[in-house]
């Protein structure tokens, strides 16, 4: 009956998402403020568990994951101002390399590090941990720049509802994240040259970090924050997690509120974790998810589930690992191709109790279905709240200026024809591959990105020295189900323990960093 009522939820909250994306979209400008409103307290009540601390924590915070970091503050062990000092001395040593921030705020993050550490009311289930946000969050009297010539002065008013809502868990912002110009491609100055780099190459500016959210990812694997939020609309979470050795959770949609988030696609963005582990993924989603009076998509949806409890692993006396629930996992055609590593990820899956894998087949149309005829049409969705500017001078747009052209080209009937296509493809998901499933191996983040369903990105491996990961699909509002399983395969497996080296930085090797053009950024764009 709970996952009927999901799906029939799901199916009218995507309907009048897709119906009404344009006109909301129209009526609220990307650079107007959110209402100043108080955001919606966190639910559910999140209190972070006492896990075990690793030696290598205890001895560099900057190890330390999330949920790790919290229980030393709680304890004791460690002050919030000692974290976030550990974490800007990184920053200070190695961001000229990583280029993961586009702005820093080292001074207003030590005052509220050490105004936490004086407090002795409850200090929020965040303890006072860093936390890196991607730059499309508004944050209160912090540049806010979107990586666009558009946004380049743009300084909000106020804080996006996650943001906020971080923040009155006790999480501090330790800087913003760098990313693709305007949330369309992988980290580069708005002229297309690129900046971030992945943390496991940083000599090597080719090697792709994952998406635009990678100024966030490249934080958190390069040990510069505990955590990280990034935005997905194109693969944009679970990719960097995948390529950085990460753990990306993107949520159903509605999950989390996109109030105050410069929008790209107003029925395709998402906000998420980019973290760790699956506990810190957990936690942060707890803190960000809720409803919101300032964004509909949040309103009437079913109630978050125990993120927290699904991130613990279950562990008989004898010590060995299940799933918390018997769970299905469906393994679509073609996901081990190529990739010795996925293979091992299904034996050591097939080795936990609890789990069945199942074999799926996709609709014989599957493949018209998430190709880029229908696709396309976020394109004109991203278009629209920035008819302005396209009428007003086309160079604020800088690389990207073709994806943001593509979209006016796309005619009104076309749009609607896409948002039949995407109904019909979520109708051949939830009847077809969940009705043999609870959850499903993808090899990329499509069909999850186009029809808003959930999905998570995590370590299993490494291929040639570089992290490989695997991305997981779940049902409408099924989060949980998704953190079962991550937390039960990372906690018979070390993958997501692994961190790169740090760069090198003598003697001094100058990296040429390469231009993207306006072709590439069209074909890479989200």
């Known amino acids: 009956m709970g996952r009927d009522l999901n799906r029939r939820t799901f199916l009218a909250a995507s309907a009048a998402a897709g119906a009404g994306g344009a006109l909301a979209a129209s009526a609220a400008p990307a650079t107007a403020a959110p209402s100043r409103k108080k955001p919606a307290p966190t639910t559910p009540a999140l209190t972070v568990p006492d896990l075990p601390v690793r030696q290598a924590a205890r001895h560099d915070p900057t190890e330390a994951t999330l949920a790790e970091a919290v229980v030393l503050i709680r304890t004791g062990r460690l002050t919030s101002a000692d974290l976030v000092q550990a974490y800007l001395d990184r920053v200070e040593k190695y961001d000229k390399t990583y280029q993961a921030y586009a702005e820093v705020t080292g001074k207003q993050a030590l005052l509220a590090a050490y105004t936490a550490d004086r407090s002795h009311k409850d200090r929020g289930p965040l303890a006072g941990v860093p936390l890196c946000v991607k730059d499309n969050y508004f944050t209160k009297g912090v540049p806010t720049r979107a990586n666009s010539f558009i946004f380049e002065d743009f300084v909000p008013v106020t804080d996006a509802t996650a943001v906020a809502r971080l923040k009155t868990a006790g999480g501090i912002l330790l800087g913003k994240g760098q990313m693709g110009p305007l949330a369309t491609t992988r980290a580069t100055t708005p002229a297309g040259l690129i900046t971030t780099v992945n943390a496991w190459t940083p000599d090597n500016p080719l090697i792709d970090p994952g998406g635009s959210s990678t100024g966030p990812a490249c934080a958190v694997a390069g040990r510069m924050a505990s955590s990280s939020i990034g935005t997905q609309t194109g693969g944009s979470i679970v990719n960097p997690a995948n390529r950085q050795n990460l753990t990306g959770l993107k949520p159903t949609m509605g999950r989390v509120s996109l109030n105050g988030v410069i929008p790209l696609s107003y029925t395709r963005d998402h906000c998420g974790p980019i973290a760790r582990d699956a506990m810190d993924a957990a936690i942060m989603l707890t803190v960000m998810a809720g409803p ?66 199942v074999e799926i087949r996709y609709p014989s149309d599957w493949s018209l279905l998430t190709g880029s005829a229908f696709n396309a049409a976020r394109l004109s969705e991203r278009t629209e709240p920035f008819r302005h500017w396209l009428r007003e001078d086309l160079t604020k747009f800088g690389v990207s200026v073709l994806g943001w052209l593509q979209g006016l080209m796309i005619s009104g009937d076309e749009w609607i024809t896409a948002q039949r296509a995407k109904h019909h493809l979520l109708r051949a998901v939830l009847d077809g591959p969940f009705d043999q499933c609870d959850v499903l191996l993808q090899t990329s983040p499509v069909p999850f990105d186009i029809l808003g369903l959930p999905e998570i990105g995590f370590p299993i491996g490494f291929t040639a020295g570089m992290p490989t990961g695997a991305i997981l699909g779940g049902a409408p509002y099924e989060e949980d189900r998704l953190l079962e399983v991550v937390a039960a395969y990372q906690a018979v497996t070390d993958w997501h323990r692994r961190r790169p080296a740090d760069p090198v930085l003598e003697p001094v090797k100058r990296v040429v960093r390469p231009l993207l053009n306006a072709v590439e950024a069209a074909a890479a764009s989200a």
Not at 295 to 308: A, E, F, K, M, S
Not at 347 to 356: E, I, K, N, Y
């Open 292 to 357: 919101d009076a300032e964004d509909p998509r949040t309103q009437g949806l079913p109630r978050l589930p125990n993120l927290v409890r699904a991130a613990t692993p279950v562990v008989s006396p004898k010590g060995k690992v299940r799933l918390r629930r018997p769970t299905r996992i469906g393994v679509p055609p073609g996901f081990t191709d190529g990739i010795a590593r996925r293979s091992a990820l299904l034996d050591t899956l097939a080795d936990l109790p609890g789990v069945t894998l």
